[in-house]
């Protein structure tokens, strides 16, 4: 396996030859590329850039040090994002509780612009040697004696790499193929808008608010916005006035501290509310032979976990490590790398039922007797 030099397109088959290919370039894809590529893999990223607005915007105060192993933390702190000094939570009453960064040794957390901040890190994957290509990511990826490859097609050409890496997301395409199934520890789907604000935000913390329904997310972003998500039963995925900005309006109108911050701010909604699957869920196994699945694809947790963007590069950088101790011969890596995400998710899901048993003031209700019950 080489461990240097540029992606090579042999002259007469036209095949792309590498050493990783990547499948997926969000967050958790291109921090695996750039920890691959900085370790002198040859690194080739299928993957489009995300269209629209997206959640998924907060950074926990252990991103830093993350960003300080990719090479980005200057780059990051230059490109303005908000700091996340506390979270604060109306949960098991209407009282808010407060969690303050104050005393954690890492610093406090951030709110990024999502488009941003993954602008970045394909930057700097195209900057450390990855090859990124725009466009849809091989789906007819096969291993043939321990290498993977593609035909080629209008998007790519032949592809032939020794380790693929899935970063597909929650769809998870390239282990599924591989025959792996995803397990489902709950449902949840989020209701998510953007809200513009017409004074100053001068707030620098998560709040989460428990109802009825469920519970409210929000943010300030980048900008002068925040970013609002009810995460319910998936239920109200099927209710057609939920997906307005008057059904949401009326959703928001029944809680307490999200909506009088929303009304402190003069925030009004900006364009439809969607919605977006927000379920915890893992891989039967997120590794195999020759092949490893990071961010979403791997395992999927909600907000009350308060980890945000910070799972997917940790994962990403994890799985790189792993790839390149597998490279040089440690059979070990990629199943202590599955061994670590499977206590990760373990101890995730025991401490969200805590935390859902901790609320009992709708006992009845669809969501919390869900919750209750798992």
Same mark, same amino acid.
């Given at each position: ?33 750039? =920890? ?51 979270? =604060? ?170 909506? =009088? ?114």
């Amino acid at each position: 396996m080489s461990t240097s030099g540029p992606l090579k397109t042999d002259a007469v088959t036209r095949e792309l030859e590498a050493d990783v290919v990547v499948v997926g370039a969000g967050p958790a894809g291109c921090a695996s590329a750039i =920890a691959l590529a900085r370790s002198g893999l040859r690194v080739a990223v299928f993957g489009r850039a995300q269209p629209g607005e997206r959640i998924g915007e907060s950074l926990s105060p252990g991103a830093m040090a993350l960003l300080e192993h990719l090479g980005l933390r200057e780059r990051f702190l230059a490109d303005g994002p908000l700091p996340c000094h506390a979270n =604060a939570s109306a949960w098991g009453s209407a009282a808010l509780t407060w969690h303050d960064f104050l005393r954690d040794p890492r610093g406090h957390g951030f709110h990024v612009d999502r488009a941003r901040f993954e602008t970045l890190l394909r930057e700097r994957a195209a900057e450390v040697g990855a090859r990124l290509f725009e466009g849809e990511a091989p789906r007819d990826l096969r291993c043939e004696n321990g290498v993977w490859r593609a035909e080629a097609s209008a998007g790519h050409p032949a592809v032939s790499a020794r380790y693929g890496v899935d970063a597909s997301g929650r769809a998870a395409s390239f282990a599924r193929r591989q025959g792996v199934q995803r397990e489902t520890a709950w449902e949840q789907v989020a209701l998510f808008a953007f809200a513009r604000a017409t004074r100053p935000i001068d707030e620098a913390f998560t709040l989460i608010e428990a109802v009825p329904e469920g519970f409210w997310y929000s943010a300030p972003v980048p900008g002068g916005r925040f970013v609002l998500s009810l995460f319910t039963e998936a239920a109200l995925h099927h209710v057609p006035s939920a997906r307005s900005a008057e059904g949401m309006g009326a959703l928001l109108a029944a809680s307490t501290h999200t909506r =009088a911050r929303l009304e402190a701010h003069g925030a009004t909604l900006e364009g439809l509310p969607r919605f977006v699957d927000a379920g915890s869920a893992r891989l039967a196994t997120p590794h195999g032979p020759n092949w490893v699945a990071v961010g979403d694809a791997a395992l999927t947790y909600d907000p009350i976990s308060a980890h945000g963007l910070t799972l997917a590069l940790r994962t990403g950088i994890d799985a790189a490590s792993a790839l390149v101790a597998d490279a040089r011969g440690d059979t070990s890596a990629l199943p202590a790398y599955g061994a670590r995400l499977t206590r990760a998710f373990d101890d995730y899901r025991r401490e969200a039922l805590r935390i859902y048993r901790s609320e009992q003031r709708w006992p009845d209700a669809p969501y919390w007797r869900t919750r209750h019950g798992l």
